[in-house]
């Protein structure tokens, strides 16, 4: 499963087994950019057969396993634990994760705990900071209640809404009404919500394509790379989601940028009608839009 433009779930596609053995599933996986599975027993499988695919496991189930895991073990300081642990699956950077991960399994000495010990070990495959930079458009989870006889009636209603409903701009910045022309009403929520909040941060110029980006309120610091064609930003937010993220935008603003390359309005949030005809059109955006396209 994974979601669709307007950010509804929708199904892909399904199989039906008849054992789930590791060859069943050799046979059934075929190589998509990135997977997000709710078993690691998956994992051996996804290596051998699509070893260019970014592979991550559901945090959900995970962490549902949590109070089985280590409820008796910590008693009182079940919630503190859990409370360390989000905070350390919050950060952004890879650096910090390692560095902080140490520090909080001493303050709750569990060092020698095989279920810590696990968890640390498939920690590429669930720590969001190992995931960014692979398009997953924000999901984490394959947990999701929906019939699937509802899915067409839903996608149709979407599509139609989108067309008639009227959503507000809340600034006169050409970038919002750029992005109310060609975003979905869920992906536009969304950008405007990242664009509101760009205003808030401060920019420093290294060079002609260099810049560090700061909150007004923090002391972490972003780097972000504009050449008036091509963006990119260390936190790696828009790989992941697909939207363009607050640091990003913010220098946009600080460039007087009035128009934002259409490589970066992804396919699958765009409303129907700004998708492209045909191929013609979609060699236009260049080879880093073909990169990213699912």
């Known amino acids: 499963?994974?979601?669709?433009?307007?950010?509804?779930?929708?199904?892909?596609?399904?199989?039906?087994?008849?054992?789930?053995?590791?060859?069943?599933?050799?046979?059934?996986?075929?190589?998509?950019?990135?997977?997000?599975?709710?078993?690691?027993?998956m994992?051996?499988?996804?290596?051998?057969?699509?070893?260019?695919?970014?592979?991550?496991?559901?945090?959900w189930l995970i962490a549902g396993k949590f109070s089985s895991w280590f409820t008796s073990v910590l008693k009182s300081e079940y919630?503190?634990?859990?409370?360390?642990?989000?905070?350390?699956?919050?950060?952004?950077?890879?650096?910090?994760?390692?560095?902080?991960?140490?520090?909080?399994?001493?303050?709750?000495?569990?060092?020698?705990?095989?279920?810590?010990?696990s968890l640390y070990q498939i920690k590429t495959f669930w720590f969001p900071s190992y995931l960014h930079g692979f398009f997953f458009g924000g999901m984490t989870t394959t947990t999701v209640d929906f019939a699937i006889e509802d899915v067409g009636q839903k996608?149709?209603?979407?599509?139609?809404?989108?067309?008639?409903?009227?959503?507000?701009?809340?600034?006169?910045?050409?970038?919002?009404?750029?992005?109310?022309?060609?975003?979905t009403p869920y992906a536009f929520k969304k950008f405007q919500y990242q664009l509101s909040l760009?205003?808030?941060?401060?920019?420093?110029?290294?060079?002609?394509?260099?810049?560090?980006v700061k909150h007004y309120k923090a002391s972490r610091w972003h780097k972000v790379v504009w050449d008036g064609k091509m963006a990119e930003c260390t936190?790696?937010?828009?790989?992941?989601?697909?939207?363009?993220?607050?640091?990003l935008l913010s220098i946009l603003l600080y460039t007087s940028c009035f128009e934002i390359p259409f490589s970066y309005w992804l396919s699958r949030w765009r409303r129907e009608e700004a998708q492209f005809n045909n191929v013609s059109q979609l060699r236009q955006e260049g080879t880093w839009i073909l990169h990213h396209l699912l």
């Open 198 to 212: 760009a205003i808030q941060y401060s920019a420093c110029k290294e060079n002609d394509t260099s810049f560090i």
């Open 43 to 59: 994992k051996q499988a996804i290596e051998t057969e699509m070893p260019y695919t970014k592979h991550a496991f559901c945090i």
């Open 235 to 247: 936190c790696k937010n828009f790989e992941f989601v697909g939207i363009l993220v607050r640091h």
């Open 155 to 183: 996608q149709m209603h979407d599509s139609v809404l989108a067309k008639y409903q009227k959503l507000h701009l809340k600034s006169l910045s050409p970038l919002e009404k750029q992005g109310y022309q060609v975003l």
């Open 1 to 41: 499963m994974g979601i669709d433009n307007h950010g509804r779930t929708i199904l892909f596609g399904c199989a039906l087994l008849c054992n789930e053995k590791r060859k069943t599933f050799e046979w059934l996986f075929k190589s998509p950019k990135t997977i997000l599975t709710d078993q690691d027993w």
């Open 79 to 117: 919630s503190s634990w859990c409370s360390e642990l989000y905070n350390l699956y919050k950060l952004e950077s890879v650096e910090e994760v390692e560095q902080q991960w140490p520090l909080v399994i001493a303050k709750f000495n569990l060092k020698e705990n095989k279920h810590v010990t």
